[in-house]
Antibody
Framework: EVQLVESGGGLVQPGGSLRLSCAAS????????MHWVRQAPGKGLVWVSR????????SYADSVKGRFTISRDNAKNTLYLQMNSLRAEDTAVYYC???????????????WGQGTLVTVSS | DIQMTQSPSTLSASVGDRVTITCRAS??????LAWYQQKPGKAPKLLIY???SLESGVPSRFSGSGSGTEFTLTISSLQPDDFATYYC?????????FGPGTKVDIK
């Protein structure tokens, strides 16, 4: 069974940093592109970032470019999102999600984690 | 960036109704469109990919159609479990934008 479990969310002050993790199991993690998608309270879904299967290629939404870094450790079956210079508008539930098919670089995702809440507030 | 719109934003319907949600892209995305269902407090669930392909395990009352810039999600006979918010997403090009969502609630 495919499982994605996020952790690392919490309350952080504006300008602070946080690192999210997503532990994957039930599939060959190293074969899949992975994504982060966020959802502000009461709002819609926003794609944040993606990383290819070996970690050599990444892309970001303009709203987080230069502040967030996606990475992965295939030996640990874990996806990360390092978030720096956090702003109030980054407050959201952050989901990790798996690409629809092995080696698929598109943004279609089939499995999602349960999400982790990040709150940026003083 | 490709902008996605959905209509209506809210839809009130009864069990057994046929429901149609429309999604439009600001430029052609061929058939690179997905539909997701989300219930409160839960992660989204993939329903449809490539505009009209049904994800494994999704009931056949869900169907998708369209190409280019206009797409529809149809629920042929609304069931109690279908009351939720539905999002379309283009994956033709990064950033992979979502529509604002359509909430289907009980009439």
């Amino acid at each position: 069974e495919v499982q994605l479990v996020e952790s690392g969310g919490g309350l952080v002050q504006p300008g602070g940093s946080l690192r999210l993790s997503c532990a994957a199991s039930g599939f060959t993690f190293s074969s899949y592109w992975m994504h982060w998608v966020r959802q502000a309270p009461g709002k819609g879904l926003v794609w944040v970032s993606r990383i290819n299967s070996d970690g050599s290629s990444t892309s970001y939404a303009d709203s987080v470019k230069g502040r967030f870094t996606i990475s992965r450790d295939n030996a640990k079956n874990t996806l990360y999102l390092q978030m720096n210079s956090l702003r109030a508008e980054d407050t959201a539930v952050y989901y990790c999600a798996r690409a629809f098919a092995a080696y698929d670089s598109s943004g279609c995702v089939d499995y999602w984690g349960q999400g982790t809440l990040v709150t940026v507030s003083s | 960036d490709i902008q996605m719109t959905q209509s209506p934003s809210t839809l009130s319907a009864s069990v057994g109704d046929r429901v149609t949600i429309t999604c439009r892209a600001s430029q052609s995305i061929s058939s690179w469109l997905a539909w997701y269902q989300q219930k409160p407090g839960k992660a989204p669930k993939l329903l449809i990919y490539k505009a009209s392909s049904l994800e494994s395990g999704v009931p056949s009352r869900f169907s998708g159609s369209g190409s280019g810039t206009e797409f529809t999600l149809t629920i042929s006979s609304l069931q109690p479990d279908d009351f939720a918010t539905y999002y379309c997403q283009q994956y033709n090009s990064s950033p992979f934008t979502f529509g604002p969502g359509t909430k289907v609630d009980i009439k």
